[in-house]
Structures are given as structure tokens and as C-alpha cells.
């Protein structure tokens, strides 16, 4: 099993670039993990946020693998504990096909992208950057990857 991460926006901060890149190579013996970075829609002045948010939604579409299993990250969405996420983790494994995960721009995800989610995941009710969110995914599939192979990685 491969697992991508589609995420609007491009250049992350180094630090988040570097976390990413340390849960990244951790993951990557249990689940490699690919970042595919989405150009955002145009926003400011005189701009419409919607049609920025259906760009971004249609170029997030077009950058799913064939036959992927799609979990949006969306507020509106089911929140995991760490314990929960491993069995989740365990049964995408069992479904024989890809995960991938993906983070909408400001606005959020275009109805269609939500329309194509086998599931939304929720990382709790606070507002967070949408670089740190690639962090915090990197780091959460790699402490349920660490949980279900016994390793010390969870201490909880």
C-alpha cells in the first residue's frame, strides 16, 4: 500500500517542509507517503473565493490515482483518537487499494471533492493552518503505523 497526501498550496514554511519530510522517511518502511502539492485558486480583490475554491477542487481531482481510497480532511468530519486511527489505518490496508488524503485551500474542499470522499477525517474542532495539517497527518499515520506494529513510537 502507497498513500499520497493532495494538499492545496505550495512552499511550505522549512519547518513544516522538514517535519514532513522526518515522519515522511519514518512512515516510509510501513507506508510510503507522497506529497503532491496543488496550485491554489486566485484570491484577493475583485476575486471570487468560490471559483478559486472549484479550481483548486478540480485540479485536487485530477491528481487522484486511479481507484484510490479518499479521505478528505474536513472539520465537518470524524475525528480518530490515535488508537482509532491505526484501526483505520488497518482496515484502508485491507481494502487493496490506495489512500490518499487531502487538504483543501481556505475555503475548504469543492462539493465535488467531498462528493468523491470514501470518508472525511476530522483532526478536532480547532481552526489550524493548512501547512501544519500536513504535519500533523504525517505524524498521526505514523504513530498508528507505529502502533500497529508494536513499536515504542506510542507511549500513551
Known amino acids: 500500500m502507497k498513500a499520497k497526501l493532495i494538499a492545496v498550496g505550495e512552499r511550505a514554511p ?4 522538514q517535519g514532513f519530510a522526518e515522519y515522511q522517511k519514518r512512515l516510509s518502511h510501513w507506508l510510503p507517503f507522497e506529497l503532491v502539492e496543488i496550485e491554489p485558486g486566485l484570491r ?3 476575486r471570487d473565493a468560490a471559483r478559486a475554491m472549484q479550481d483548486e477542487g478540480g485540479r485536487v481531482l485530477a491528481a487522484l490515482p486511479k481507484n484510490a481510497y479518499v479521505v478528505a480532511l474536513d472539520g465537518r468530519g470524524k475525528p480518530h483518537s490515535s488508537e482509532q486511527l491505526a484501526q483505520r489505518l488497518e482496515h484502508w490496508r485491507g ?4 489512500p490518499a488524503f487531502l487538504i483543501g485551500g481556505p475555503e475548504g474542499h469543492a462539493p465535488e471533492v467531498l462528493a468523491r470522499a470514501d470518508e472525511t477525517w476530522s483532526l478536532g ?3 489550524l493552518p493548512h501547512m501544519l495539517v ?3 497527518v504525517a505524524e498521526q499515520l505514523y504513530r498508528a503505523a507505529a502502533l500497529l ?3 515504542p513510537y506510542h507511549r500513551a
Not at 522549512?14 to 517542509?17: F, G, T, Y
Not at 481494502?95 to 490506495?98: M, T, Y
Open 134 to 136: 500536513r504535519l500533523l
Open 14 to 17: 522549512a519547518w513544516v517542509a
Open 44 to 46: 484577493g480583490k475583485g
Open 95 to 98: 481494502l487493496g487499494r490506495d
Open 125 to 127: 474542532p480547532l481552526t
Open 149 to 151: 506494529a508494536n513499536h
